[in-house]
């Protein structure tokens, strides 16, 4: 029997995938990126925006990623436009602007859809696996962040205005 070829970010909506793990995902320069990669990882996933007032969030999760890469924490950054407009650029703007106002060294990757009927498959395990406290699983707003455990569990959802320094308790409890 013929191998498949990798779930990637292209499957259609409303594909399900057993593990985050089965997913490929766009990095931000274009090549794909097996989530396979960081199998063992304890993860901080967050939709990221440029020009919104939760931008300097990524001051927060830079720090969270320089502070925990070496207990085996990533943080992955998903670029998305789906609220009001407020990541407009290029991929290449994107990268540009989190490293050159941020530092930013974690992972980023290709613009998503985190809600709707384009929404990338990776938002949709996240959010069936922790669906939220409000009336929908939809994402709120940017920078919301799930943390996922070494074997791939979805762990928790944090709310946009959480700070990613409060993290720092559950990622220390998953490690």
Known sequence: MPDSPPPDA????????????????????????????????????????????LTPHYEGLQALHAQYADQGVSVLGFPCNQFAGQEPGSDADVCAFAQGNYG????????????????????????????????????AWNFEKFLVGREGQVLARFAPPTPPADLAPAIEAAL
């Open 104 to 139: 930013v060294t974690f992972p980023l990757f290709s613009k998503i859809d985190v809600n709707g009927p384009t929404e990338a498959p990776l938002y949709a395990l996240l959010k069936a696996a922790q669906p939220g406290d409000g009336e929908s699983s939809d994402i």
């Open 10 to 53: 292209s499957d259609p909506p409303g594909s399900s995938h057993d593990s985050l793990y089965d997913l490929t995902m766009t990095g931000i320069d274009g090549n794909p990126v097996a989530l396979a990669e960081f199998r063992g990882q304890v993860l901080v996933i967050a939709n990221v925006a440029s020009q919104c007032g």
